[in-house]
């Protein structure tokens, strides 16, 4: 038996030993991929941000925007020598780093001669999905146009994929063929806008747009109604008010740039359609303004980080600015830039004061104002925290608009800093994805950017005074 029991025991210890060699080297493959995993870049399936691998997580404390890579230029608030900008204590006011007056000054200045204007104020606000369903953007309309004046919606694309989601106007439409700088495919970058979209007509194309009251006040009935097009060759439009009420008919001339064709009268909804064009014509959204007050546009282009600005051909920059000149643009992105361990976004000032020079350089007194990235959170160890990139992008916005040369509202800090996006969330302001507020949301931010915007005025107007009666003094 124990002659026996010899070579059946060495056969159990080889293939023990076999089996324990082969766990060993899986367990080794395995932390290699994972270790490997790390390095890779963010990912994302059906617009989810897949969260990254981080074995070691505990073996490394987080790392804080303080001592992650800043830039070199120094940030420091425009002042005066003889006046310093103040800050009402609980408020995050707006910085303005302008030399050139292309900061806030614009628009203060043209909310200042309203009287005498000839015109509406308007402010484009760019961003990302962000604002997207004219979040925030509609908010901030209201109390402007409470405040000032005016009424209507302003700009609307001639399509939305989030028409149904948008609660400021009823839009509907049908034959088009949309075309967007984000979205590769055929886009030409030489017929774009601000926007980032622009439209062909297939057979048939129409687009229907609705004044409503139920979410904000002043957008159930406008005065004026504009389309936006590019017309190498002679189009002709037809626009349809208040379900046939009155007719009209537009023959548009051939031009290089882009045009704006306008019908005046008291607007419920209006119905606009090209009834003979050709294949060349662009057509980018239509108006529900006013000749009077405030005007928001709202340009949201999903997936943009805003540095794609950079790229709009100059002359249909030009021409939209003489077409429908703009005293302020808010610029609001980063939700697309920021990744979870983003230390260095140098790549991204670069890119983005070029696309701020071009701007500034190709809309002539327009004033522009760099709104920051809020608060979004990442999943660690289970919890919810600010994503670690969020912090050192702020501080990249900041530097930004230094070196450009205008203004800059922190939103990060106005939503209340590290983990306010959580407390949203809570509050049901935000979406579970930590990353996007909803509609309830964006009416608080708006109502912080408005106080921050009106105090900035009315620090505008005692500088004015200040310095008027120094010369005097003089």
């Not at 324990?20 to 059906?46: D, E, F, H, K, M």
């Not at 908010?139 to 028409?163: H, I, K």
């Not at 002709?236 to 008919?249: F, M, Q, T, Y």
């Not at 600015?321 to 005293?327: A, K, L, P, S």
Request: proline letters at 3%; glycine letters at 10%.
């Amino acid at each position: 038996m124990w002659v026996g029991f010899v070579p059946a025991s060495g056969l159990f210890f080889a293939m023990n030993n076999d089996y324990l060699n082969r766990v060993l080297w899986l367990v080794v493959a395995t932390i290699t991929i994972l270790l490997a995993a790390y390095w890779l870049p963010s990912l994302s399936l059906g617009g989810v941000e897949m969260r990254r691998v981080e074995l070691l997580s505990d073996l490394f404390p987080d790392v804080e925007a303080d001592s992650l890579l800043l830039p070199d230029s120094v940030v420091t608030p425009r002042q005066d020598s003889e006046w310093v900008d103040s800050c009402r204590q609980g408020m995050t006011c707006i910085e303005d780093f302008s030399t050139d007056g292309r900061g806030m000054k614009p628009f203060y200045e043209a909310l200042g001669g309203m009287a005498s204007l000839g015109r509406p104020v308007r402010i484009a606000v760019l961003g990302d999905s962000y604002i997207e369903g004219d979040i925030i953007t509609a908010d901030l309309r209201n109390l402007l146009q409470d405040r000032y004046g005016g009424c209507g919606v302003g700009f609307v694309p001639m399509a939305s994929e989030t028409a149904g989601f948008r609660r400021s106007v009823v839009h509907r439409f049908g034959g088009w063929s949309a075309y967007n700088s984000v979205g590769g495919g055929s886009y030409n970058r030489d017929y774009g806008i601000i926007s980032g979209h622009y439209f062909k007509n297939d057979s048939a194309a129409w687009s229907l747009f609705k004044g409503q009251s139920k979410y904000c006040t002043r957008l159930d009935t406008c005065y004026r109604s504009s389309l936006l097009l590019l017309a190498p060759d002679t189009v002709r439009i037809s626009a349809v008010v208040n379900g046939g009420r009155s007719k009209h008919s537009i023959t548009v001339l051939p031009s290089a740039g882009i045009q704006c064709v306008t019908v005046a009268d008291t607007i419920h909804s209006i119905r606009w359609r090209p009834t003979r064009c050709s294949s060349r014509t662009i057509f980018y959204g239509a108006t529900l303004d006013d000749a009077r007050g405030i005007i928001v546009d709202n340009f949201s282009l999903r997936s943009s980080p805003g540095s794609n600005l950079g790229y709009v051909h100059e002359e249909m920059l030009r021409s939209l600015d003489r077409v429908r000149h703009y005293d302020l643009v808010i610029l609001v992105y980063g939700l697309n830039v920021a990744t979870p361990r983003g230390s260095d976004y140098d790549y991204y000032r670069k890119a983005m004061n070029k696309a701020i020079e071009r701007l500034k350089e190709c809309m002539p007194g327009t004033g522009f104002l760099l709104v920051s990235i809020g608060d979004r959170d990442e999943r660690v160890d289970g919890e919810m925290r600010t994503m670690r990139g969020v912090k050192n992008l702020v501080r990249y916005q900041h530097t930004i608009a230094a070196e450009s040369g205008i203004a800059f509202w922190n939103l990060y800090e106005a939503m209340g800093g590290n983990g306010s996006i959580a407390a949203m969330v809570k509050a049901h302001e935000a979406n579970l994805d930590y990353t996007h507020i909803n509609f309830k949301g964006g009416k608080r931010i708006a109502r912080l950017l408005f106080d921050a915007m009106e105090y900035g005025k009315e620090q505008h107007e005692r500088r004015k005074a200040f310095m008027a009666g120094k010369e005097v003094a003089q």
